[in-house]
């Protein structure tokens, strides 16, 4: 992947974006810094971080939603199955009452 060639522009709403050729960032001048030094830490392009941090973001709410159906999961009341003899009787009545 070729680094993207990033330049910092003030906006009229006293945001710092970052302007590629693909995306654009707008970010208080506080979150920009943060992001340029995430960058620089990992030592890649802003644009690879903004990535990864969007895809950890979304692999975390990923995981918060699997956690929470587990949990639902986990609280449901599950009937004990019948003896064979019982469940086909069961069954049997559940289908007649079809017809």
Known sequence: MS???WHVSDT??????LISADREVRL????????VDIAATRG????E???EL???AYNALLTSDRMRAA???????IEDVPDPETLSRQL????????
């Not at 890649?44 to 644009?47: A, D, H, I, K, M």
């Not at 009545?93 to 079809?98: D, H, Q």
């Open 54 to 56: 969007i895809d950890e």
């Open 12 to 17: 009229e709403f006293g945001e710092d974006a």
């Open 71 to 77: 949990r639902e999961i986990g609280q449901l009341t």
């Open 28 to 35: 208080d001048h506080e979150h920009m810094c943060r992001l």
């Open 92 to 99: 049997a009545g559940a289908y007649e009452s079809l017809y």
């Open 49 to 51: 971080v903004v990535d």
């Open 3 to 5: 680094a993207v060639q």
């Open 44 to 47: 890649l392009p802003v644009s």
